[in-house]
């Protein structure tokens, strides 16, 4: 029998991460397509390091700074009474930080490919950044801020490394369907995790089928 848990599981986490993103991504790639300062090339290499850093690294890191123990977590903790680490938010921290240059990057190529003129239009016409932003760039790129949801939606739904490290395996709490693939083939339960692994290959599927198909449409319209 499948345990569906471990996807509901993953799906909130992709969920809420996704939303976390999206509310950094817009502005943080905004501001990166159009800075012209000294520093724009170590800050885009901070935001692409989740890329090529294992996740084990990152896992490693948030979990030493978030620790009960540690400057930040001692504070969250005496303060707020918030312990992240082992927790459903602890990896939602986790997966923000790992998935961060996927929601980012797609953003900050989709606002450079904006032609200037249509900034230049905006800007004549008495509107400010953030109008020009909201009602003018962002309809022109939704080509760009779909792949960049569903990338990092899909991105969030199969981590395992930084989940694993920063909320280790609590059922109901994180224990995500990357996890509990896992531990099935330790426990040599092959069937299930047969089962399991194809129902993350049918949804990855999916995701990836939706990715192509707006490529695909925004081409046929350019």
Same mark, same amino acid.
């Given at each position: 029998?499948i345990?569906?848990?471990?996807f509901w599981?993953?799906f909130k986490?992709?969920?809420?991460?996704t939303?976390?993103?999206?509310?950094?991504g817009?502005?943080?790639a905004?501001?990166?397509?159009?800075t012209?300062?000294a520093i724009?090339p170590?800050?885009e290499?901070?935001v692409?390091?989740p890329?090529v850093l294992?996740?084990t690294v990152?896992?490693?890191?948030i979990?030493?700074?978030? @620790?009960?123990?540690?400057?930040l977590?001692?504070?969250l903790?005496?303060?707020f009474g918030?312990?992240?680490?082992?927790?459903?938010?602890?990896i939602?921290v986790?997966?923000?930080?790992?998935?961060?240059?996927?929601?980012?990057?797609p953003?900050?190529s989709?606002?450079?490919?904006?032609p200037?003129?249509?900034?230049?239009a905006?800007?004549?016409a008495g509107?400010g950044?953030?109008?020009?932003?909201?009602?003018?760039?962002?309809?022109n790129i939704?080509? @760009?801020?779909?792949t960049?949801?569903?990338?990092t939606f899909a991105?969030?739904?199969?981590?395992f490394?930084?989940?694993l490290?920063v909320?280790?395996?609590?059922?109901?709490?994180?224990?995500?369907?990357?996890?509990?693939?896992?531990?099935?083939?330790?426990s040599l339960?092959?069937?299930? @995790?047969?089962?399991y692994s194809?129902?993350?290959?049918?949804?990855?599927?999916?995701?990836?089928?939706a990715?192509y198909?707006i490529?695909?449409?925004?081409d046929?319209?350019?």
């Open positions: 029998m345990d569906w848990t471990p599981l993953s986490l992709a969920g809420v991460t939303v976390i993103l999206l509310l950094i817009i502005p943080l905004w501001w990166l397509s159009r012209k300062t724009k170590i800050l290499t901070i692409a390091l890329i294992p996740p990152i896992g490693f890191y979990l030493w700074a978030l @620790a009960p123990d540690s400057y977590g001692s504070i903790h005496e303060l918030i312990k992240l680490v082992f927790s459903f938010w602890g939602v986790g997966s923000v930080i790992y998935s961060l240059p996927f929601m980012v990057q953003l900050q989709g606002f450079e490919s904006v200037k003129s249509l900034y230049e905006s800007f004549i509107k950044e953030l109008e020009t932003l909201v009602r003018v760039i962002l309809p939704k080509g @760009a801020l779909a960049a949801v569903i990338i991105h969030t739904l199969g981590e490394g930084v989940v490290m909320g280790g395996s609590i059922p109901g709490e994180t224990k995500v369907a990357s996890i509990a693939i896992y531990e099935l083939v330790e339960d092959f069937r299930r @995790a047969h089962i194809l129902v993350m290959v049918a949804i990855s599927f999916a995701i990836l089928l990715v198909s490529k695909r449409r925004d046929a319209k350019s």
